[in-house]
């Protein structure tokens, strides 16, 4: 049908017309508003003064079209416009809540491919004996539970419960690395859902790869168990995980969402659920466009990476 | 193998007994949560609440019993919404010969596909302060990019094949084609898509609820329940407890409900398949569903 070159082509077009899909939604937030969006900000108590002091401040009174050019134009120079409460530029309380969220998706990264891997081969090496249903039937229930639930059972067990490690994040500032008894929980949570589903896509593949006639063959030929294993087996049975952890890094970016609510974490996450209680428009536009083009991004690196190990695989372009 | 030989009913009965619980307190607990007693002080333990009292001093037992509904409803509701806008969509653009009519059907959604699902209710939800119909309908709202390509796949299959050819040279109408052919046939793989989602807007109705939308503060939704009464944890850790281990078991059932029926499946297809091949002259005629 179509030459295969064209593929990340058309990805990369594709990628283009999500990030300014994103652009355009995050715009329409205020376009949205019923009625007069400076009334309907005011809340409860439309005081004039404000009413005023907020069309002011969202350029009310020009076209529509305008005033999405120069939010654009702001855009390409990193203005993202100033906070309606506290009146701060935006740039800078996303400067603040960066480091934290940063930290917790990266520390959750790292853990991530070891211990699916870790689990996966676990498994698939004791196919149908106990270990394998102990980790098939754990990753098949955790995968599905919300990040909050398990997040406050975890505190009530490990915090409240045994005391062994604090509650909540509160009271360590951004200076998380210092407190890193703080950060188990929380990473752990971020973990449960994203390892959940790799550690089964890889089980699933090993255990095919396993059974190829080509393991078969090496076996024949004496090679080590872990040599076939690891150099044989898994480069096999990654190409699908590959693909998933596209997928998982829209969840990582909800489950920072929860996660910092619920472990008082002042990063991204905070700073959007403030601004959302707060009706901070400009605020939540930010928000929502470094978080949007993060996972628009991040999918396409993913989808193209993923077609490099494995072009058969079918990814949506 | 003796494993997965004697796995699949013994696996759907746990799957039933963890969601059994969470179920039955979700269909039937409204029906016993009788009158709303006088309120007691917040977050106390005893006092004739045998699970305390929650944030405001309700009785949280009534609480529990009255909170499960709105999840499983506004997820119940949120997937069939998503559905009766996917399936039309899909079907569409599995059938037409139109190519440009399928590209304009199914790209804008492929561009809505990469925004993460959460990030878009936040958004629309701080502007528009949805209750929990709006909540259902925003739910269903980013499921229907994923739901519509999987119609579309499932439906392109039946689609392709020489019955369909058959069908449209004998002059049926559109609706016998995909409904009566190509929505039948694809039942299967839908149902099967339909579990998987279920688990992901449950998932998303109850994380959305805990952040607070949808639902008033101070609603009685399983959710919102761990979120208000997360200050009295350290006094009073059932009125969290209670709620986060239903949400956990409705989840952790439901997906393995959905995993056990569908592990089932592939035996039985090769059932149907094999039998629809003994008699394949007959095939483009009546296909076994």
């Known amino acids: 049908m179509t030459a295969l070159w064209s593929w990340p082509a058309r990805r990369l077009l594709l990628g283009a017309g999500q990030t300014a899909a994103v652009v355009l939604l995050v715009f329409a ?30 350029h009310l009174d020009r076209p529509a079209h305008e005033r999405l050019a120069a939010w654009a134009a702001g855009l390409l120079h990193g203005d993202l416009g100033r906070s309606l409460t506290s009146g701060r530029p935006v740039s800078s309380l996303l400067a603040d809540g960066f480091a934290p969220t940063l930290l917790l998706a990266a520390l959750t990264l790292a ?165 959302v ?40 372009a | 193998m003796t494993f997965r030989a004697r796995g699949g009913p013994g696996r759907c009965a746990l799957a039933l007994l963890i969601i059994a619980v969470p179920l039955l307190l979700a269909l039937l607990g409204p029906l016993f949560a009788g009158e709303p007693g006088p309120r007691a002080a917040s977050f106390t333990v005893g006092g004739g609440h045998w699970a305390g009292t929650d944030f405001v001093g309700r009785d949280v037992w009534r ?78 709202l980013v499921n229907i990019p994923d739901a519509a390509r999987t119609v579309r796949a499932a439906a392109a299959e039946a689609a392709s094949r020489p019955a369909v050819e058959a069908l449209r040279m004998q002059g049926e109408t559109w609706w016998r084609m995909a409904v009566g052919y190509v929505g039948r046939s694809s039942l299967r793989p839908l149902a099967a898509d339909a ?34 009464n997360r200050p009295g944890m350290f006094v009073q850790p059932w009125a969290v407890a209670l709620p986060a281990l239903l949400i956990v078991a409705l989840t952790t059932g439901t997906n393995l409900l959905v995993d056990a029926a569908l592990s089932r499946q592939p035996e039985h297809i090769r059932h149907t398949r094999k039998a629809r091949d003994s008699r394949t002259p007959k095939r483009n005629e009546k296909s076994s569903p």
């Not at chain 1, 609510?261 to 990063?267: N, R």
């Not at chain 1, 939540?284 to 058969?312: C, K, M, S, Y």
């Not at chain 2, 688990?199 to 607070?212: C, W």
């Open chain 1, 29 to 58: 937030l205020t376009e949205a508003l019923p009625g007069d969006a400076a009334v309907a900000l005011a809340g409860d108590q439309p005081d004039p003064g404000r009413i005023a002091a907020l069309r002011e401040a969202l």
């Open chain 1, 111 to 275: 853990l991530l491919i070891p211990a699916a891997v870790g689990l996966g081969v676990l498994a698939a090496r004791h196919e149908g004996r106990l270990a394998d249903r102990v980790i098939s039937a754990l990753t098949l229930g955790v995968y599905a539970v919300p990040e909050f639930a398990l997040g406050v059972l975890l505190v009530a067990l490990f915090a409240l419960r045994l005391g062994w490690l604090p509650p909540t994040a509160v009271g360590y500032g951004d200076d998380l690395l210092a407190h890193p008894a703080a950060l188990v929980l929380p990473v752990l949570v971020l973990l449960s859902r994203p390892v959940c589903s790799l550690a089964r896509l890889i089980r699933a593949g090993m255990t095919d790869a396993l059974a190829s006639p080509y393991v078969a063959h090496a076996r024949r030929c004496a090679i080590p168990g872990s040599r076939i294993r690891y150099a044989h087996a898994l480069p096999n049975a990654l190409a699908p995980a590959a693909q998933q952890l596209a997928r998982t890094v829209d969840w990582l970016l909800c489950g920072v969402i929860v996660v910092e609510a619920l472990f008082v974490i002042p990063g991204l996450g905070t700073v959007l659920m403030n601004a």
């Open chain 1, 277 to 316: 209680a707060e009706r901070d428009v400009p605020v939540i536009q930010g928000l929502a466009l470094v978080f949007g083009v993060t996972a628009v991004l991040l999918n396409l690196g993913a989808d193209l990476v993923t077609h490099r190990f494995a072009p058969r695989a079918a990814v949506a």
């Open chain 2, 63 to 140: 609480q529990v019993l009255l909170g499960g509904q709105p999840v499983v409803s506004t997820a119940l509701a949120a997937t069939a919404l998503a559905y009766a806008v996917a399936l039309p969509l899909g079907l569409i653009s599995a059938l037409t010969r139109r190519t440009w009519l399928e590209e304009l059907l199914m790209r804008p959604l492929d561009i809505l596909l990469a925004v993460p699902s959460l990030l878009t209710v936040l958004l629309v939800a701080a502007v528009l302060t949805p209750g929990a119909g709006g909540l259902a309908l925003l739910v269903a």
């Open chain 2, 195 to 228: 579990g998987v989602r279920l688990t992901g807007v449950l998932y998303l109705v109850a994380t959305a609820s805990f952040l607070g939308v949808g639902a008033e503060p101070d609603a009685a939704d399983w959710a919102v329940m761990v979120d208000r």
